[in-house]
């Protein structure tokens, strides 16, 4: 179902990739304008408050920078805004992976109650546009979200002092002593995978248990220093303690990954990897409002 889509924009990012889109929704520059459109009007939630925008916003590269989204009337979930970059590239969306196209993902925030709130028949009545072409275009516009050309990528594409020694060192253990690489793999540094990292494991339950079983999808890495807090529920507020939730194993929760166990780093190796994620901020290709 697939389409290799290689036109309308180019995508000079050191990703080597082309952008897949589905047979019946090709990219095209209209549509991706007509979603731009869409993606900042206000009009798509009950009150006339929120956007897309409003939660997925590009200084935060696209996530919003809170603990846990807030949506119309105040109103919150339990969920962090995950960052919107090179979706076009993804197999799963949300946390919990359980929408498996963006055409079918985008319209999910316009209904929820705690996000827009809005049916919709009425949403369509609003702008003008059957459900089918407002589930296209947002989702053309969410493709065209694109981050590359960081240093990672000119390293890897031969320039050997884009990185610092020390992210040198960060990108050894990343794929090595840390095993960062047995699920943030390839050009988007995640298998599209779902997987138990312990994270929502507290006080004997799981707060949330994701697709079961506290399983979550993995989420890219590139532009992670600009998105914190991390994790489906914001709980852990920096690089750094992200770096000591792994380190120490994560929570030991029935069906924690294999993959998962104590790292043993020292302070230098855990300053290294950070220094390693700082270098996948790159150049984002979407040029906002
Ligand atoms: C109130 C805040 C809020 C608004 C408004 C909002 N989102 Fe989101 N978005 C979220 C949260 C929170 C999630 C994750 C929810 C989950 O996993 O259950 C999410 C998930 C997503 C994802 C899945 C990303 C991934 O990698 O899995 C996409 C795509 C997305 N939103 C696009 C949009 C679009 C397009 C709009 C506007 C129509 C929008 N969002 C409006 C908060 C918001
Ligand atoms: C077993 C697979 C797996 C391994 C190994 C793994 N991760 Fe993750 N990573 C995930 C999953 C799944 C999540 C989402 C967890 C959640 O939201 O509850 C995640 C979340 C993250 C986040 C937060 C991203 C965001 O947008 O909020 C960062 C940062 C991260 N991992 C970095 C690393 C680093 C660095 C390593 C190596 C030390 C590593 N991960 C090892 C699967 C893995």
Redesign the pocket.
């Known amino acids: 179902m697939m389409l290799l889509f290689a036109a309308a924009i180019t995508i000079p990012l050191g990703l080597d990739l082309y952008l897949p889109a589905p047979d019946d929704n090709p990219l095209t520059a209209s549509r991706i304008e007509l979603?731009r459109r869409?993606?900042f009007d206000r009009r798509?939630?009950r009150d006339g408050s929120?956007?897309?925008?409003?939660?997925?916003d590009k200084t935060h590269a696209f996530s919003?920078g809170r603990q846990?989204?807030?949506?119309?009337f105040g109103?919150t979930?339990?969920?962090?805004?995950?960052?919107?970059i090179n979706?076009g590239y993804?197999r799963?969306?949300?946390?919990?992976?359980?929408?498996a196209t963006?055409e079918e993902?985008?319209?999910?925030?316009?209904e929820?109650p705690?996000?827009?709130d809005l049916p919709i028949a009425e949403a369509a009545v609003r702008v003008s546009l059957a459900p089918g072409e407002i589930s296209r275009a947002?989702?053309s516009?969410?493709r065209s979200i694109l981050s590359g050309d960081s240093a990672f990528d000119r390293y890897i594409n031969g320039d050997r002092t884009a990185l610092t020694p020390e992210q040198q060192v960060g990108l050894q253990l990343f794929r090595g002593k840390a095993n960062c690489t047995a699920c943030h793999v390839g050009p988007n540094f995640t298998d599209e995978s779902l997987h138990n990292t312990g994270v929502a494991w507290h006080d004997g339950h799981f707060s949330d248990a994701g697709a079961g079983q506290g399983n979550f999808?993995t989420?890219?890495l590139r532009e992670i220093a600009r998105t914190a807090p991390y994790v489906?529920d914001g709980s852990l507020a920096t690089l750094e303690e992200v770096i000591r939730y792994y380190d120490r194993g994560g929570n030991q929760s029935p069906g924690l990954d294999a993959e998962i166990r104590p790292l043993r780093l020292t302070s230098v190796e855990k300053r290294a990897l950070i220094a390693f994620l700082r270098s996948l901020n790159g150049t984002s290709l979407e040029p906002g409002e």
Not at 92 to 99: Q, Y
Request: aromatic share 8%; glycine share 8%; hydrophobic share 45%.
């Open positions: 979603g869409l993606y798509l939630s929120v956007s897309c925008a409003s939660c997925h919003d846990v989204a807030v949506g119309v109103r979930g339990k969920r962090n805004s995950p960052v919107l979706r993804g799963l969306f949300f946390w919990d992976g359980r929408v963006l993902q985008v319209l999910k925030p316009i929820d705690n996000e827009m947002l989702a516009f969410v999808k989420p890219t489906h």
